[in-house]
Structures are given as structure tokens and as C-alpha cells.
């Protein structure tokens, strides 16, 4: 029955993922509620273990149906990988403390100004091209690769919302660009559990095949419903991050 519930929370957690990331809030609570006495980290590495591939299959749909701009997003993607790693090895030699405090604000100000500027990420008209598309990409990725890899939570929701914001991609374009770079910190972050042994792979492997399931669902219904789904679905995710990161900030 264990594996049922983490089974279970794995597909929905891939759903969420693929139209808008935000899995983590669904499959990191399941796992530490199923095995309480689990060390934290062994949990963090499982839920990657699982979670890498839902964000590969989703890249791979988003990739077959929308014009992604490569030539941006696969440096942009190798500098997400690189700017977990430092995150990860930052966090050994500084507490994060002060940013999850912060966290919830950030947050907060993300959702306000999605829903004030009605407009925001419903047309598809990138701001770049060529070399200045490359070079913001990418930094967008370092940034958010090194935060991933520092802290974590609503990694996913800030790729979507710097896409659409600096770039001028719609919520369906950014989303589907945040499903690369969120492969690239996700293989980054699984690498260093492995390395460390924090790593449970039979459940690693039944949850993988759940989370793709779920993702090939979430992944189809964005590509169905198109850009108003995935904006809607931004502002819930983003809305529940801000409640968990406060919870976990001041009430805990």
C-alpha cells in the first residue's frame, strides 16, 4: 500500500509537472508522510529519481508539437546544470535560512503581477532572437539552475514566469521550455544523490512510470487546451507554493 500511495501521488505530481511544474508539492510531502523515518535526503533523491523522467517525456511532447528555440534553450539547459551544481555545493557552506523566509514573498509578488497584467503570457511574441535570446536564456537558466540546486521549491513556476516576462513567451511556449532546463537541474541534482548513495531505486523506478504516465496526460491536455490552461493552471500552483513556503517558513 505504500507504493501504491507514492505510486499514485507520482502520477498526479507528473501531471501538474507537465503543464506547469510544481510536482514537487505534491510528491515530496507523500514520501515523507509514507516513510517518516527515511532520511530527508534519501527522499529528495528518490522524488528526482522519478521526477527526471516525467520532465524528459514532457520535453520530448512539447518538442514533437511546439517550436522551441533551440539554439537558446540547450546552452540555456547546460547552464541550468552547471548553476545547480554550484547551488548544491554552495548549500553545504551556506544556510538557506534566510531565503526560505523570503521565499513566500517572492512568491506572492509573482502571483500579484501575473493576475494584474491580464495580457501577460497569452501571445506567443519572443522580445529575441539569435545570440541576445541565447545569452538571456541562458543566464535565466544559471540563475534559477543555481537556486534549484541551493533550495528548490517552485523552481519549475520560475522558469515559466522568466520566459514569459523576459522573453515574451506564452505560458504554452514557456512551459514547455521550463520542461528542458527543469530535466537538466533535476539530472544534476539526481547525479549528486546517487553520488551519495541517497537513492531508493526500486521505488525510484515504480514512481518513474506513474510520473511519465501523469506527464503524458498533463502534457496532452496543455497542448489541447493551449495557452489559457496553462496560465490558470501558473496561478494555482503558484498560489499553493505560496501556502506551503509560508507554512514551512513561519508555522512550522
Same mark, same amino acid.
Given at each position: 500500500m505504500d507504493l501504491v500511495t507514492v505510486a499514485l501521488a507520482s502520477l498526479l505530481a507528473g501531471f501538474i509537472d507537465a503543464v506547469v511544474g510544481g510536482g514537487g508539492l505534491i510528491l515530496v510531502p507523500a514520501l515523507f508522510s509514507v516513510y517518516p523515518q527515511a532520511t530527508p535526503a534519501t527522499l529528495f533523491g528518490t522524488n528526482k529519481g522519478a521526477a527526471i523522467w516525467g520532465t524528459a517525456w514532457a520535453t520530448r511532447q512539447y518538442a514533437a508539437r511546439v517550436t +522551441?528555440?533551440?539554439?537558446?534553450?540547450?546552452?540555456?539547459?547546460?547552464?541550468?546544470?552547471?548553476?545547480s @551544481?554550484? %547551488?548544491?555545493?554552495?548549500?553545504?557552506?551556506?544556510?538557506?535560512?534566510g531565503l526560505r523566509k523570503l521565499l513566500p514573498l517572492i512568491l506572492g509578488a509573482v +502571483?500579484?503581477?501575473?493576475?494584474?497584467?491580464?495580457?501577460l503570457g497569452r501571445e506567443h511574441a519572443p522580445r @529575441?532572437? %539569435?545570440?541576445?535570446?541565447?545569452?538571456?536564456a541562458s543566464?535565466?537558466?544559471?540563475v534559477i539552475g543555481f537556486y534549484d540546486g541551493f533550495f528548490g521549491p517552485g523552481t519549475g513556476s520560475f522558469f515559466v514566469f522568466l520566459f514569459v516576462r523576459l522573453l515574451g513567451f506564452d505560458f504554452l511556449h514557456a512551459s514547455a521550455s521550463a520542461k528542458l532546463l527543469n530535466t537538466a537541474t533535476n539530472a544534476a541534482a539526481l547525479l549528486l544523490f546517487t553520488m551519495k548513495g541517497h537513492l531508493w531505486w526500486h521505488i525510484a523506478?515504480?514512481?518513474?512510470?506513474?510520473?511519465?504516465?501523469?506527464?503524458?496526460?498533463g502534457t496532452r491536455m496543455a497542448l489541447a487546451r493551449g495557452t489559457g490552461f496553462v496560465r490558470g493552471m501558473f496561478v494555482l500552483v503558484v498560489g499553493a507554493l505560496i501556502l506551503?513556503?509560508?507554512?514551512d517558513a513561519f508555522l512550522r
Open positions: +522551441l528555440p533551440w539554439h537558446a534553450l540547450l546552452p540555456a539547459a547546460v547552464a541550468a546544470l552547471l548553476g @551544481f554550484g %547551488g548544491a555545493w554552495t548549500v553545504t557552506l551556506v544556510s538557506p535560512e +502571483l500579484l503581477y501575473t493576475l494584474a497584467k491580464k495580457d @529575441f532572437s %539569435g545570440r541576445s535570446e541565447m545569452l538571456l543566464l535565466i537558466g544559471g523506478a515504480v514512481m518513474a512510470v506513474t510520473n511519465v504516465i501523469g506527464s503524458l496526460l506551503k513556503t509560508s507554512y
